[in-house]
């Protein structure tokens, strides 16, 4: 229902105060009034909110969703009740998803804002007769930024693209503390299942598998880690966590969670080693990190076990569950971050698109968020928290600055 979706944005712009703190700056600055900006992200009320505030501020905003079991329908229809050229549907096939993402760049976008790097990646390939309209963009999300620095690297990059990903006012509250407790909310509203103590196996330490670890860990579970990186690996165990290989991890696990960014990190030869039961899902942006097309190959029947929840009855009798067709849990079979946590990393989507407009002579390549907006974001997040913290001294600047001084 549209009324639905009306509240789910009221609700979320209720505990987004820092990005509703920057309409007036954004309103004053001008660099959006007039600009067309093509968006795909996943399309809920977080989202929602951010279209909008864009809008507010001017811009002609065409959205889509980057995911084609993530949209909100009901956020969807609002906004496209105000006025939003909005293409997004949940459950579409994999032709309306493209032609979805297309149709947001038929109008031929000044600034580009993605979230896996779809949108660019057309632009640079069948779209390319758009390419002289864009003068920049923001990449949300680490499969993203991977796929542009790859871009980068072999010098095919044609415009600026700022690395939201990697702001320290986006990782560290969205990728770990957001994508902690979403995960959870999307494995909870599918399953129904129990954690506390089960063996719980996370793949990847980043940002992300960090916080699932985290939330895993305060829920009772018996938490696994599997790794390629060493430091994270060492991380990961000093963190108190087993860390193993996922050929050994499988035969233990309970739950099965991907949050690697790469493929096949559940493949066919684990699944024969899956205990009876096993559940898993992925928190990565692609669904090819579980490769469920050898699962369903493999499979002696599949079944619906719940909504969301796929059984797969596999010939020695064993049931395995995939969750949310292998797409991303906390989307697919939840309510996405939390809105406070993406108050901040979109207050800093629209700064940098703000930024960028502004600044439109940027040479082509991944530029870092600038510092300047990291901290003004971090800084406004505890002033409207009521929290304040201490300066220093005249004193203790001329101390830190220097090298004479001992101790």
């Not at 493209?98 to 057309?122: Q, S, T």
């Not at 990059?157 to 986006?170: G, T």
């Not at 064993?318 to 079979?333: C, E, F, K, P």
Request: hydrophobic share 40%.
């Amino acid at each position: 229902m549209t009324e639905e979706g009306h509240k789910k944005l009221d609700w979320a712009a209720a505990h987004m105060p820092v990005l509703q703190s920057l309409k007036p700056i954004l309103i004053e600055s001008g660099a959006m009034k007039d600009k067309k900006i093509s968006m795909a992200l996943h399309v809920e009320a977080k989202t929602g909110v951010l279209a909008l505030t864009l809008q507010e501020a001017g811009a002609k905003v065409s959205i889509t969703s980057c995911n084609p079991l993530s949209t909100d329908d009901d956020v969807a229809n609002a906004l496209r009740e105000k006025g939003m050229d909005c293409r997004a549907a949940c459950n579409q096939c994999n032709e309306d998803y493209y032609a979805a993402l297309n149709g947001v760049l038929d109008h031929g976008p000044d600034f580009i804002i993605d979230d896996g790097c779809d949108l660019i990646k057309l632009l640079h390939t069948t779209r390319t007769d758009l390419m002289g309209n864009v003068i920049g963009g923001n990449e949300e999300t680490t499969t993203g930024i991977v796929r542009l620095k790859s871009m980068e690297r072999e010098k095919v990059l044609k415009f600026p693209v700022f690395n939201v990903n990697d702001a320290y006012m986006k990782h560290l509250f969205d990728n770990r503390y957001g994508t902690g407790q979403s995960t959870f909310d999307g494995i909870m509203t599918a399953t129904n299942l129990v954690v506390a103590g089960k063996v719980f196996v996370v793949a990847g330490y980043g940002w992300c598998g960090r916080g699932i670890a985290m939330r895993a860990k305060g829920m009772g579970a018996n938490v696994v880690v599997t790794e390629i990186d060493p430091v994270k690996a060492i991380e990961a165990t000093m963190d108190g966590f087993r860390v193993m290989q996922m050929d050994d991890a499988v035969e233990i696990a309970d739950f099965i969670v991907t949050a690697t960014g790469n493929c096949d990190v559940v493949a066919q030869h684990h699944y024969p080693m899956m205990k009876d039961g096993c559940v898993l899902a992925n928190s990565g942006h692609f669904d090819n990190e579980i490769d469920k097309n050898a699962l369903s190959s493999m499979a002696q029947s599949e079944f619906d076990a719940r909504y969301n929840v796929k059984g797969y009855k596999m010939l020695d009798g064993r049931t395995i569950y995939l969750l949310a067709d292998g797409r991303l849990v906390n989307l697919a079979s939840g309510q996405g971050h939390p809105a406070e946590i993406m108050d901040l990393s979109f207050s800093i989507q629209a700064l940098c698109a703000d930024y960028l407009l502004n600044n439109p002579d940027m040479m082509p390549g991944v530029h870092g968020v600038p510092d300047e907006i990291d901290l003004f974001v971090a800084k406004r997040k505890l002033e409207l928290s009521g929290v304040k913290i201490d300066k220093l001294t005249p004193k203790q600047e001329e101390y830190m600055s220097g090298w004479k001084e001992g101790t």
